[in-house]
């Protein structure tokens, strides 16, 4: 199992970027594809983007692409979200999550998840 640990989110106004962290322990993120997602009130859990556990492949919902870009460290044992030009409709809690091997974009497929940290988007 892979203890994982958001954090970086925050309040911020339309138009301004912050940059998510999810710092993994337990075991090496090697070998875990990964995926950020994000809950809004009243709505479901969906998936934000996706990263292979080499980095080589990512995959974006549409509402984010070219927005924002996921990566990862695996030395460091942390994956990361940059969010730029954000708008109030990003406004949620955002969760890191692993699962051995390939990504999904299924939130029910990932069996590791963090406690969340909440963006908020306001003017």
């Known amino acids: 199992q892979v203890q994982l640990e958001e954090s970086g989110g925050g309040l911020v106004h339309p138009g301004d970027s912050l940059r998510l962290s999810c710092a993994a322990s337990?075991?090496?993120?090697?070998?875990?594809?990964m995926a950020w997602f994000r809950q809004a009130p009243g709505k479901e859990r969906e998936v934000v983007a996706t990263i292979s556990w080499n980095g080589a492949v990512r995959n974006y919902a549409d509402s984010v692409e070219g927005r924002f870009t996921i990566s990862r460290e695996n030395a460091k044992n942390t994956l990361y979200l940059q969010m730029n030009t954000l708008s109030p409709e990003d406004t949620a809690v955002y969760y890191c999550?692993?699962?051995?091997?390939?990504?999904?974009?299924?939130?029910?497929?990932?069996?590791?998840w963090g406690h969340g940290t909440q963006v908020t988007v306001s003017s």
């Open positions: 999550a692993a699962r051995r091997f390939a990504p999904s974009q299924f939130a029910h497929e990932y069996p590791d």
């Open positions: 337990g075991r090496a993120l090697a070998g875990y594809g």
